[in-house]
């Protein structure tokens, strides 16, 4: 089993900045990809960005630019800076885990980000 734990979220402007924080505990070395997925209220949840064990990253197109995921093995802990923010970026970020071979995945609890226009 693998526990994450958001931190971070909170109201903001739009153009203002947050950082998100997610801390893994338990079966550590299962890990391999982490990202940040987001749910805004009535849509699907939807990929933000993932960082893999050898820190190759992917983003939504929607954040390239704006979003940085950063890993650091050592802490077990995924940032996620997020600048620029705009309102379409509202939504519960969730911290996401996947082992190697794929087969299990873990999620946090979420953390609410608001943009206000």
């Known amino acids: 089993q693998v526990q994450l734990v958001e931190s971070g979220g909170g109201l903001v402007q739009a153009g203002g900045s947050l950082r998100l924080s997610c801390a893994a505990s338990?079966?550590?070395?299962?890990?391999?990809?982490m990202a940040w997925h987001r749910q805004a209220p009535g849509k699907q949840r939807e990929l933000v960005a993932g960082?893999?064990?050898?820190?190759?990253?992917q983003y939504a197109d929607s954040v390239k630019g704006r979003f940085t995921i950063s890993r650091d093995k050592a802490k077990n802990t995924v940032d996620l800076q997020m600048n620029s923010l705009k309102p379409e970026d509202t939504g519960v970020y969730y911290c996401?885990?996947?082992?190697?071979?794929?087969?299990?995945?873990?999620w946090g609890q979420g953390t609410q980000v608001t943009v206000s226009s």
């Open positions: 996401y885990s996947r082992s190697p071979d794929g087969q299990q995945g873990y």
């Open positions: 338990g079966r550590i070395s299962s890990i391999n990809l």
């Open positions: 960082i893999n064990s050898i820190r190759m990253t």
